[in-house]
């Protein structure tokens, strides 16, 4: 039901979907009126007859709309009816059901999510986390490059063991609040202990030079660099257009340039990227962004479909149950 | 002496800068081999025997180079022989010695660095702090929301009460971690006062939109956002690049479409914005970017020049001493 356009572009992606994954099959849960024109042999619709808003309030998703498509759809998760539940819906609201349903992993405080962005190298930037968690401690951080080097093992073959960058002001270990340095120290044990391919500290720009696999910060930093990076990125584009608007020699250009402003756009097209993961739960579930069309939504499915396949779930259990004696906060370790 | 390119870019733009501001008078710091070559009535020479290198660390710079020709510049400002100083070398090191030899304002704990990006308005957006601090306090990042509106009223005279905008990770008021919400509580309080033009809070894009004519945020969260900013900027110039390249029918589209582009490339030219202030000392002091060429570190000058004669150090003393009570932190407040 979610996101901003609903069934109509949500249901034509789970078409494509299908017509992609011939094993794969769907629950599609939500009001049966919206969803009743969508036959397929791989496809059940699971009825339920509230909708959670974009602006409704986290309290309103929760304890209100109890029989919500978002929460019957994690509910499907939680009993095993299906290995991983996608919403394009309300990000507060799906974070906030999922881990009320679904539960934290043990040695997890909190869940994170991770989305990927392109980088120069043609590939993809896995950061974690964008917006769950502000106010992290360094454990926590060191609990989210774990969840981050599982997702990227599970939906990248070719990284079995991802590299993490630690975002910081600077390369060198002295740089950054007290909370990075400790981070970076407890990063540092954990490249000894072998729980991660610790590359060492990257600053905002390595984001996009893909330095590393995975770039680990809190939330509100994740957050912020996102959303910076999507506003110069705007901003260029919107740029370039005003200029090949400039005159009847520019339109012109234009014309004759399209072939490669085109190129140019696939390449650094969001969409491609679609599907972030919430890491940390006891079941798998991807958030879509709100705006994603066709495309967009399918390419979310994909991740989500991926990830599931390839036991995204088992992987994160595992590794963070090596990593337990890194993750614990100092104050609550086990008397000796 | 400083910067990537040393007395060859820094001389010549001081050239430009001459002849461009009839009254300006400049004092030439350095080792006098390097700049004896320059002879100019407006001009003197001063000498200093060291120079800070880019990667001396701050111990070096502020104890053992005593003669080099950042302190002996920074020295020139202290005695009132100089109204502003530029320097274009490592900032950790002009930072703690014009901390050192200046102090700071009355009211003022920490100095700022405040740049200005581009935005889609055709306008600069001014960014502080940059670097300088980590680990803000709520009374801080006020301090930074008054100096920098007494930097944009100096430099921007259509600008006498510029908008400030807080750097959160969403606009509405509960948002944030616990520093911002009570970072968002003072600044309400000091827009009721009538010391800042308080717009509310606002996100990382918002910077490159030109929502706000300065964002306030931590040096930590400030410095991710510039360089996540300079790094997608970079990756889009280089894949425009690429995609141009191509194939012969790109590399004729590439010479139709030039035009365009470098009108594109000028509007986005990040030289345009070079000089960052260092705020909250009893002196003026100018940062360029190490790398900057001739026209860039002239902006530099520019900026310092302007900042001199709109008298900023006057402007930032008289606004801290008016937002005085909302400055101090909360635990050292005195006694009724």
Tied chains: 1, 2.
Excluded: W
Aim: with cysteine.
């Amino acid at each position: 039901m979610g996101g901003d356009h609903g069934p109509r572009v949500t249901l034509a992606a789970c078409r494509q979907f299908l017509d992609r994954h011939p094993e794969a099959r769907l629950l599609l849960v939500g009001q049966p009126d919206g969803l009743s024109g969508f036959v397929h042999e791989r496809a059940v619709v699971v009825p339920a007859s509230e909708v959670v808003s974009m602006d409704d309030p986290v309290e309103v998703a929760l304890r209100r709309k109890k029989d919500s498509s978002m929460r019957v759809a994690i509910q499907q998760v939680k009993e095993g009816a299906a290995q991983v539940a996608v919403s394009a819906g309300n990000t507060g609201a799906l974070m906030a059901i999922a881990r009320y349903l679904l539960k934290t992993l043990d040695g997890i405080d909190r869940p994170a999510i991770a989305t990927q962005m392109p980088n120069a190298q043609g590939g993809a930037t896995t950061v974690l986390d964008l917006g769950a968690n502000v106010d992290c401690s360094a454990e926590h951080l060191v609990q989210f490059a774990v969840m981050g080097a599982a997702l990227v093992s599970a939906l990248q073959e070719e990284r079995p063991e991802p590299t993490v960058g630690l975002l910081n002001i600077g390369e060198e270990v002295i740089k950054g609040n007290e909370i990075i340095k400790k981070t970076g120290e407890l990063l540092r044990s954990a490249a000894k202990s072998g729980d991660i391919n610790f590359y060492g500290n990257v600053e905002g720009n390595d984001i996009f030079k893909g330095t590393v696999d995975i770039v680990v910060c809190d939330g509100f930093v994740g957050n912020v660099a996102l959303k910076a990076s999507e506003g110069v990125a705007s901003m260029i584009v919107g740029a370039l257009k005003q200029e090949f608007k400039r005159s009847i020699f520019t339109k012109v250009a234009a014309v004759v340039a399209y072939p490669v402003l085109s190129a140019l756009m696939q390449r650094m097209d969001h969409r491609r990227y679609n599907g972030a993961a919430l890491l940390g739960l006891r079941g798998l579930v991807f958030k879509s962004h709100g705006s994603a069309d066709t495309m967009a939504f399918e390419q979310a499915l994909n991740r989500a479909y991926d990830a599931a396949r390839n036991n995204l779930l088992d992987r994160v259990r595992t590794r963070v149950a090596h990593a337990a004696p890194l993750l614990a906060p100092a104050d609550v370790q086990p008397v000796a």
